[in-house]
């Protein structure tokens, strides 16, 4: 959108179905989008209010939402502008007022500029791409960071004496109780950005300077992929497909906070959800709704753990179960037991490698013949920033990429240079690297005589990659830069010279 195009009130191109999309090509007239069940009446209106003939494109309903979200995501949302015009002296009881349970952020006529600043943040967080947005109070400043593409990048630096007035603005929003400032607080603001629904999870912690606040942005729109979509090597996707369609067992994805697990698993259910199946899931939060699945929020306060959940469910009658996480033995022994009467179960644990499932789970309790034969598939993955194809540009195989790649590597490597389309990054978006390990006779055996981690990994990848390996597939394709695969997987056990299950050198 081009700042010095007119435009129109967000409230009215929303309801009569019209949106400014460009200057005609004459330089004197305006092009604008339709919707298509729009009545042609409106464009008499705006005709008049811009005062320049209109050239008409017909758009259809989810084209025309796309486009008013894009032209108005900015609209009105300059932070520097916003702190300006903050009153210092305000009183906090002015932005207590009553919150609708869905927010609309660019139909909001509200001119205070805290509640602008707010939406503000969330709407350049959302079109960014963030997944969290951070507000760290300090005594010299106030520093709001953007996570895009799981990297912290600074948005905005402001006065420290904007804290408590956006803290608690942000409470209100997410009906927390602003009086309480000395324990952590959990809750969440639903909200809209044009056609665009968000759910946004809302984390304070009391700390030095003031309360740290953590906006975790959902899009509902990008919340369920599908398994091609999620770019697994085509054995990995083979393997975890299989693992998914059998009657019973489990099936484990592992990695670190932040490393895309619960996406594998929504789309590993998305896979599934054809109507055949009953479906039900425990989580801690319901990050995603799924039509078609029964999903159920983890709620501690009550007793509503995730053992306590999970056995509920089997009493639903499931066909397929997913648990959000196995935190503890009495988890990990219902879960067990459902899978042997006859229950699919998925689940994730939080270990480094695929193997350090296998003896997480053993260290709670769980017997090695029951693990044995129950296991069906344990997944580890990784995210890596996907290199912009707009800008990306070769760089020279020096003795660094020589080590990763090995000294016969005859392809291109690339570098992160940055454009506008990438915002200046070099990265547009990430992308998986896979390592699975498939519990068949061999595996079965070894996990049954309590075999260690270099035994259990040795068997499991004589023919498969690891994470490193999947690392420079990755690097070796284009997709991403070798910084970004070291970043990723130096400490997921390899080392730059050790072989790692494959025989490479490990990334």
Known sequence: MTAALPSLPYAFAKRHGVVVLDGGSDGASLQVGLRE????????????????????????????????????????????????????????????????????????????????????????????????????PSEAALRVRFRIDGVMREAVSLSSRIAPLLVSRVKVMARLDIAEKRIPQDGRISVAMGAKALDVRVSTLPARGGERVVLRILDKDQGTLTLQQLGMPVAVEAAFNKALHVPNGIVLVTGPTGSGKTTTLYAGLSSLNDGSRNILTVEDPVEYAMDGIGQTQVNTKVGMTFAAGLRAILRQDPDVVMVGEIRDPETAQIAVQASLTGHLVLSTVHTNDAVGAITRLRDMGMEPFLLASTVRLVLAQRLVRRLCTECRAPRPVDALGERLMGRDFD??????????RCNHTGYAGRMGVYEA?????????????????????????????????????????GATTLEEALRVTRDDGSHPNQPDGDGDAGV
């Open 437 to 477: 390990i498939v519990i068949d006779d061999a595996m079965r055996r070894l996990i049954g005589e309590n075999a260690d981690e270099d035994t259990l990994a040795q068997a499991a990848f004589a023919r498969a990659d690891r994470l490193a390996g999947s690392a420079r597939a990755a690097v070796a394709s």
């Open 411 to 420: 392809g291109v490597l690339y570098q992160a240079v940055g454009c506008p």
């Open 37 to 136: 069940d729009a009545a042609t009446t409106a464009l008499i209106e705006v005709r008049r209010a811009l005062g320049q003939p209109l050239l008409i494109a017909r758009l259809s309903r989810p084209a025309f939402d796309r486009k008013l979200s894009e032209v108005y995501a900015d609209a009105g949302l300059n932070t520097a502008d916003a702190v300006d015009q903050l009153d210092m002296h305000g009183s906090l009881d002015s932005l207590v007022e009553d919150i609708p349970a869905t927010a609309d952020l660019l139909e909001s006529q509200d001119d205070a500029p805290i509640i602008r600043l707010i939406n503000g943040l969330i709407a350049e967080g959302a079109r960014l791409g963030a997944s969290d947005i951070h507000i760290e």
